[in-house]
């Protein structure tokens, strides 16, 4: 008697579920089933230097469909496809909120995608030398939404944030901002005792 | 017009994460509020 046997025998006779696993473990199944009998059609031929025909009949991933549609249609179609399935760890209201805040074309040609904005303000922050600010902006003038830091320090080169972004912080550094920060002073209140 | 900005001057971060900014910067991104950097980008548009 073939080992597990008895024991799947006992359990059948005792009316318990059945034991697939040490059946399927002792006995290996001498045929193949009838998916992985299925012949896939052979690729057609192409010539070195040609783009690869398309693999037609078979069936696509969900990545391979998304890869297909973003070298058709650029990157915004991921966004979409991100949406529609489960291989993109964004949850769907974030991938609302990334859609409102890279909403111009031109935006999403700068940056990619919302992990690729991320990266480069998290790389460019984490670069400011000393103490200072990484800033999301809004340049009206080019209508994208752009990257700029600010070190706060006496002396050190200008900002390079969007001319709004330096005009809205109270605090800045570098000689643009501080010669609007001596313009915007209020030096009558300087002036009044307190 | 700013939407967002990332403080890394010292006292900011210097004690909970020490002279360790870049995971100071990568636990930002866990606080976010992308619905009001959502509406600052919608009010700058107009």
């Known amino acids: 008697m073939v080992r597990g046997e008895a024991r799947a025998r006992t359990n059948r006779l005792r009316g318990g579920p059945p034991i697939y696993a040490s059946v399927a473990h002792d006995n290996p199944p001498l045929f193949v089933t009838r998916r992985s009998r299925r012949r896939r059609p052979p690729e057609p031929l192409h010539l070195l230097g040609e783009p690869r025909p398309s693999k037609q009949g078979r069936r696509r991933s969900a990545r391979g469909r998304a890869a297909d549609s973003h070298q058709r249609q650029g990157p915004s179609r991921i966004y979409s496809a991100c949406e529609s399935s489960s291989m993109c760890s964004l949850p769907y209201h974030l991938h609302r909120r990334l859609r409102l805040l890279l909403g111009s074309s031109r935006a999403r040609a700068q940056f990619g995608s919302f992990e690729a904005m991320k990266t480069q303000l998290s790389g460019s922050t984490v670069a400011v030398q000393g103490s200072g600010w990484g800033w999301l902006g809004y340049d009206k003038a080019t209508k994208s939404v752009a990257i700029a830091t600010c070190p706060n320090q006496v002396g050190s080169p200008p900002c390079r944030q969007p001319r709004a972004a330096r005009r809205g912080t109270p605090i800045t550094g570098g000689r643009d901002c501080h010669s609007l920060l001596w313009s915007s002073s209020s030096w009558a209140a300087c002036e009044s005792p307190a | ?46």
Do not use: Q
Request: charged share 25%; glycine share 4%; proline share 4%.
């Open chain 2, 1 to 46: 017009m700013p939407l967002f900005g990332i403080d890394v001057w010292e006292h900011a971060y210097y004690l909970d994460y020490r002279n360790v900014r870049p995971d100071y910067v990568k636990a930002i991104w866990g606080l976010a509020n992308w619905s009001d950097v959502a509406a600052r980008l919608a009010a700058a548009k107009k």
